[in-house]
């Protein structure tokens, strides 16, 4: 064979090779273009081999996020719905997308980790050989594959796989705390309208009231006095009204900062009531629930996973791997009996001597595994602790809530009705009849911050357990 032929035989492998990487690299770049519609939900959860542990299953092929979102308008409902604002924070959010193109990524690790090294193909030739007359043109194919120790392999598919349901469980812990993060501006919102609202009712009944009390000042039944304290309630209303409405206006606009819109941008009002508490928790379950559905445990979970992957790695170290290899040789000239010596096959295998550098390794897969087990175990302990916090802070809303409906509110309002009547006979003061006017409606505002505090804290309860409490938690008693 002539040098020419031989340099022909290599452009044309070449070409063949190239082609085909570029057509691979292009349909893997077409596959990663195709958007999908939504966030993924809650993984589902399985036990491990390691105690309290609880990791995800991961399919790899599932998309996460499109990459490019148009923004929906609001629902129709003449209100602001919770549930809409929650959804469309997390389409908006970039931080999210930012998590789920950080999964994309470490779940396309696992086909890497598992495949084999690319065969290496070399071609060698003795110039001077073509075209001389004493011997024939020499040269030299070969191609090699490299084939590692049994388990290694698998060893790393199970260290990527692993590595790529923390990222998908980091995600998901991500999006609870947005949603709390959405539910608290929320309800501050909502709690900012009411404040108006109650404002603006206790300015109407003042101004009922300053009336009265200029009439009876008209009729020499009562002193100027009573008209100047109705005009100093009127005044310390009208402050309240100025201090709600900038916090109306940040509530607004930090909802509006959640969906990536102009701070100023209209909102639909918030809904005219909120949900009643429901009943006691049993925190014991609650702890149970956490435990088998926090993301963040089952993403330090697969952390523990990822690492055990390393140290059975770093073991496997110590056996070689064989790389195999073909070769046709002309080198070996046709004389006698050479020629047979041309088809060549063998194997080298690299040979693990230095048991210093091994060993490191294996203790270095090893502390960083007693590493991430401990900080799982630390991560139980505080998530306990959380849901046990949430628990008490909700059941003291809760109580909260109700003691304002069924004592407070009740008794200001016969109060106030008393003063009123009181006041028109002559029998209680102005004064005392605004004291009762400003008490009922200060009741009334806790009322409704109680409320609002205790669904802020059902939303901290709801991230501390992992997940929706009316589907994964037993029932109230």
Same mark, same amino acid.
């Given at each position: 064979?002539?040098?020419?032929?031989?340099?022909?035989?290599?452009?044309?492998? %070449?070409?063949?090779?190239?082609?085909?990487?570029?057509?691979?690299?292009?349909?893997?770049?077409?596959?990663?273009?195709?958007?999908?519609?939504?966030?993924?939900? &809650?993984?589902?959860?399985?036990?491990?081999?390691?105690?309290?542990?609880?990791?995800?299953?991961? *399919?790899?092929?599932?998309?996460?996020?499109?990459?490019?979102?148009?923004?929906? *308008?609001?629902?129709?409902?003449?209100? !602001?719905?919770?549930?809409? !604002?929650?959804?469309?924070?997390?389409?908006?959010?970039?931080?999210?997308? %930012?998590?789920?193109?950080?999964? /994309?990524?470490?779940?396309?690790?696992?086909?890497?980790?598992?495949?084999?090294?690319?065969?290496?193909?070399?071609?060698?030739?003795?110039?001077?050989?073509? $075209? *001389?007359?004493?011997?024939?043109?020499?040269?030299?194919?070969?191609?090699?594959?490299?084939?590692?120790?049994? $388990?290694?392999?698998?060893?790393?598919?199970?260290?990527?796989?692993?590595?790529?349901?923390?990222?998908?469980?980091?995600?998901?812990?991500?999006?609870?705390?947005?949603?709390?993060?959405?539910?608290?501006?929320?309800?501050?919102?909502?709690?900012?309208?009411?404040?108006?609202?109650?404002?603006?009712?206790?300015?109407?009944?003042?101004?009922?009231?300053?009336?009265?009390?200029?009439? #009876?000042?008209?009729?020499?039944?009562?002193?100027?006095?009573?008209?100047?304290?109705?005009?100093?309630?009127?005044?310390?209303?009208?402050?309240?009204?100025?201090?709600?409405?900038?916090?109306?206006?940040?509530?607004?606009?930090?909802?509006?900062?959640?969906?990536?819109?102009?701070?100023?941008?209209?909102?639909?009002?918030?809904?005219?009531?909120?949900? +009643?508490?429901?009943?006691?928790?049993?925190?014991?379950?609650?702890?149970?629930?956490?435990?088998?559905?926090?993301?963040?445990?089952?993403?330090?979970?697969?952390?523990?996973?990822?690492?055990?992957?390393?140290?059975? !790695?770093?073991?496997?170290?110590?056996?070689?791997?064989?790389?195999?290899?073909?070769?046709?040789?002309?080198?070996?000239?046709?004389?006698?009996?050479?020629?047979?010596?041309?088809? /060549? =096959?063998?194997?080298?295998?690299?040979?693990?001597?230095?048991?210093?550098?091994?060993?490191?390794?294996?203790?270095?897969?090893?502390?960083?595994?007693? #590493?991430?087990?401990?900080?799982?175990?630390?991560?139980?302990?505080?998530?306990?602790?959380?849901?046990?916090?949430?628990? %008490?802070? =909700?059941?003291?809303?809760?109580? +909260?809530?109700?003691?304002?409906?069924? #004592?407070?509110?009740?008794?200001?309002?016969?109060?106030?009705?008393?003063?009123?009547?009181?006041?028109?006979? $002559? #029998?209680?003061?102005?004064?005392?009849?605004? &004291?009762?006017?400003?008490?009922?409606?200060?009741?009334?505002?806790?009322?409704?911050?109680?409320?609002?505090?205790?669904?802020?804290?059902?939303?901290?309860? +709801?991230? %501390?357990?992992?997940?929706?409490?009316?589907?994964? &938690?037993? *029932?109230?008693?």
């Amino acid at each position: 064979m002539s040098l020419f032929r031989l340099l022909q035989l290599c452009a044309l492998l %070449a070409i063949v090779v190239g082609c085909k990487s570029i057509a691979a690299r292009r349909a893997a770049v077409e596959q990663a273009a195709v958007p999908s519609p939504a966030l993924p939900t &809650t993984a589902a959860v399985h036990g491990c081999d390691q105690p309290a542990c609880v990791i995800g299953k991961v *399919s790899y092929e599932q998309e996460v996020l499109p990459s490019s979102v148009s923004p929906s *308008s609001a629902p129709d409902q003449g209100e !602001l719905s919770l549930p809409w !604002l929650m959804q469309e924070v997390q389409t908006r959010n970039p931080s999210l997308q %930012a998590m789920a193109a950080a999964w /994309q990524a470490a779940a396309a690790r696992y086909p890497q980790a598992i495949s084999l090294e690319d065969p290496m193909f070399m071609a060698m030739a003795a110039p001077a050989s073509f $075209g *001389s007359n004493e011997v024939e043109s020499a040269y030299a194919l070969q191609l090699n594959q490299k084939f590692p120790w049994f $388990g290694k392999r698998a060893a790393r598919g199970q260290q990527a796989s692993a590595e790529a349901n923390a990222a998908l469980h980091d995600l998901e812990d991500s999006r609870l705390q947005l949603n709390q993060i959405v539910q608290t501006a929320f309800y501050d919102y909502y709690l900012a309208r009411r404040g108006l609202e109650l404002n603006r009712e206790s300015i109407a009944v003042m101004e009922r009231f300053r009336s009265a009390a200029q009439a #009876k000042y008209r009729a020499n039944q009562v002193t100027q006095q009573d008209e100047l304290q109705a005009a100093v309630e009127l005044a310390e209303l009208e402050r309240q009204n100025v201090e709600l409405e900038r916090m109306d206006k940040v509530a607004a606009a930090r909802i509006n900062t959640l969906l990536r819109v102009s701070p100023f941008a209209s909102l639909p009002p918030p809904p005219a009531q909120l949900d +009643t508490p429901i009943g006691q928790f049993d925190s014991p379950a609650l702890i149970s629930t956490a435990e088998a559905q926090r993301p963040d445990l089952a993403a330090l979970a697969a952390k523990v996973r990822a690492e055990e992957a390393a140290v059975t !790695l770093a073991c496997k170290e110590y056996y070689p791997d064989v790389d195999v290899f073909g070769r046709y040789d002309t080198f070996w000239q046709p004389a006698d009996t050479q020629s047979d010596l041309r088809p /060549q =096959v063998g194997a080298t295998i690299n040979v693990p001597i230095y048991q210093a550098r091994l060993n490191a390794a294996v203790r270095e897969a090893v502390a960083r595994l007693n #590493k991430q087990r401990a900080e799982y175990d630390q991560r139980v302990v505080d998530v306990n602790y959380e849901v046990a916090n949430a628990a %008490a802070l =909700v059941e003291e809303s809760r109580r +909260t809530v109700a003691i304002y409906s069924d #004592k407070l509110i009740p008794a200001a309002q016969q109060n106030i009705a008393a003063a009123s009547a009181n006041y028109d006979v $002559g #029998k209680v003061s102005f004064l005392e009849l605004a &004291t009762a006017q400003r008490q009922s409606i200060e009741l009334r505002r806790k009322q409704e911050e109680s409320l609002a505090n205790y669904h802020v804290r059902m939303a901290e309860l +709801t991230r %501390a357990i992992g997940g929706s409490l009316s589907q994964n &938690t037993p *029932s109230a008693r």
